[in-house]
């Protein structure tokens, strides 16, 4: 009983010591059991130090990063990625409006880019017409899909269609971190002769081909 006594009255008072006081405030530094790196040895900015040669804390960025301030080159043309231009926002400078058309130069080269691009990320749910019968749809992994030929998405303009590819539309996710942003334009000017290809018109044929229609 005794040694029962003398053992519980130890077991309290390190009881208290450890949990009594947690939650105290206090200048000291914490005990730590895993540290999980939160604290680590760093240089303040702008301090001198005598682990790099030049006694700098700041140093350049090494050979072969990109700094933020590099510029793009987007169709031959350099711009910066947080310039306020209707080919990184799809809106016009100072506005929320869409631009109305694509501002690169659209080119079969860029339609041949755009065309190998929507298939590669836009069949899957879109299908190869655009008619948003991809596979996502056969195998049930997505009810609704968009139709690109609706007159409704026909008539919106491209930069609005720029900003659904860049930054997803509902149930469709944001593609702007896959397809480079030169490409994005691309995909536009493939989805428009994509569109294009349902509006034709019989005036639109020479009149020879005209000639041989039933
Ligand atoms: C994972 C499936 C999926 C993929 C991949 C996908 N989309 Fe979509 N997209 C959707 C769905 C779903 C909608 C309908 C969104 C809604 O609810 O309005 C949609 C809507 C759209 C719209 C209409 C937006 C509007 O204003 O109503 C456009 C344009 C479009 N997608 C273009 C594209 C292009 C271009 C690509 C390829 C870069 C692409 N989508 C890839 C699922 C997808």
């Not at 080269?109 to 008619?131: K, M, S, V, W």
């Not at 609704?144 to 149930?171: C, M, Q, W, Y």
């Not at 030169?182 to 493939?190: G, H, Q």
Request: proline share 7%; with cysteine; aromatic share 8%.
């Amino acid at each position: 009983m005794r040694y029962f006594l003398l053992i519980f009255g130890v077991l309290v008072v390190l009881v208290v010591l450890i949990a009594g006081r947690r939650g105290d405030l206090t200048r000291n530094r914490p005990l730590q059991i895993f540290p999980d790196m939160k604290r680590q040895l760093k240089l303040r900015p702008q301090t001198a130090n005598s682990f790099f040669v030049s006694g700098l804390s700041s140093q350049l960025p090494p050979p072969g990063t990109i700094a933020r301030s590099e510029p793009l080159n987007v169709g031959g043309q350099a711009v910066y990625p947080f310039e306020d231009l209707p080919v990184n926002t799809g809106r016009n400078p100072g506005t929320t409006n869409f631009v109305e058309l694509n501002p690169l130069p659209v080119t079969a080269q860029l339609l041949e880019r755009g065309q190998q691009r929507y298939g590669i990320y836009c069949t899957p749910c879109h299908g190869a017409t655009g008619e948003g019968k991809g596979i996502t749809q056969k195998i049930g992994a997505m009810a609704v899909v968009a139709n690109l030929h609706d007159k409704r998405i026909v008539e919106l303009p491209d930069g609005d269609l720029f900003n659904t590819i860049s930054h997803g539309k509902n149930l469709m996710g944001a593609y702007a971190p896959q397809i480079a942003l030169e490409d994005r334009w691309a995909v536009v000017a493939y989805l428009r002769a994509l569109q294009l290809s349902r509006l034709g018109a019989v005036d639109d044929l020479s009149p020879e081909v005209r000639a041989t229609l039933k």
